[in-house]
């Protein structure tokens, strides 16, 4: 039960981050950092997250579990999410889960990040500096109501709030290639099998 627990915060963090994350850059900067995240019932999760070649890849801990969420943004009409268990060496592709940890990267326009987004509308509210970045603060409108601070530098958003008071935000940032491994699923680890979680009945 723990393990499920975990793999469905997992992906509900993973879609929080993601929509803004991703919607709004020509491409993916190189870099670590840590991340916390408070979602709107007060759930609050952190982890490590590494960003390269396309790739993203989030590590957490709940419960005693560790989990590793692995997304392979090359093709952006269909990104490969796969999930990997620590403790139990398996891992498990997600079906469906890739497309909405990662949608469609957009032209992003320094002027005007929603250009690009149907319904939404933005402006920019100031500038201030997050956890060591200069950023511009920018108010969405619209399908996605949120507070965005994206870096000038890395055209990243390195806190966002959304609408229900969930907020997310990346801190001990570490700009630089990412080692590729990172991205692989481990030689040792066996693919997961949903029907034995529950005598071959599907969770």
């Known amino acids: 039960m723990k393990l499920r627990t975990v793999m469905l915060v997992t992906c509900l963090v993973v879609g929080l981050f993601a929509s803004a994350a991703w919607a709004q850059m020509?491409?993916?900067?190189?870099?670590?950092?840590?991340?916390?995240?408070?979602?709107?019932?007060?759930?609050?999760?952190?982890?490590?997250?590494?960003?390269?070649?396309?790739?993203m890849r989030m590590a957490m801990s709940m419960h005693g579990q560790d989990?590793?969420?692995?997304?392979?943004?090359?093709?952006?009409?269909?990104?490969?999410?796969?999930?990997?268990?620590?403790?139990?060496?398996?891992?498990?592709?997600?079906?469906?889960?890739?497309?909405?940890?990662?949608?469609?990267v957009r032209a992003y326009d320094p002027n005007n990040p929603c250009a690009s987004m149907e319904g939404t509308t933005c402006k920019k509210t100031g500038v201030e500096t997050v956890n060591g970045y200069a950023c511009d603060k920018w108010e969405f409108t619209g399908k996605?109501?949120?507070?965005?601070?994206?870096?000038?530098k890395m055209h990243f958003p390195i806190k966002t709030v959304q609408q229900d008071g969930t907020t997310t935000e990346f801190t001990n940032i570490k700009e630089g290639p990412q080692d590729p491994s990172l991205f692989a699923i481990p030689s040792d680890y066996k693919k997961f099998d949903p029907m034995g979680m529950a005598g071959g009945r599907p969770q």
């Open 144 to 152: 996605e109501n949120q507070t965005v601070w994206i870096s000038q």
């Open 26 to 55: 020509p491409q993916i900067p190189s870099f670590s950092a840590d991340m916390q995240s408070t979602t709107h019932n007060g759930q609050n999760v952190s982890g490590k997250v590494n960003f390269g070649n396309m790739h």
């Open 67 to 104: 989990v590793v969420m692995i997304v392979d943004l090359a093709n952006t009409n269909n990104p490969k999410a796969t999930m990997l268990m620590v403790q139990q060496k398996m891992y498990m592709e997600m079906n469906g889960m890739g497309r909405q940890a990662a949608p469609k």
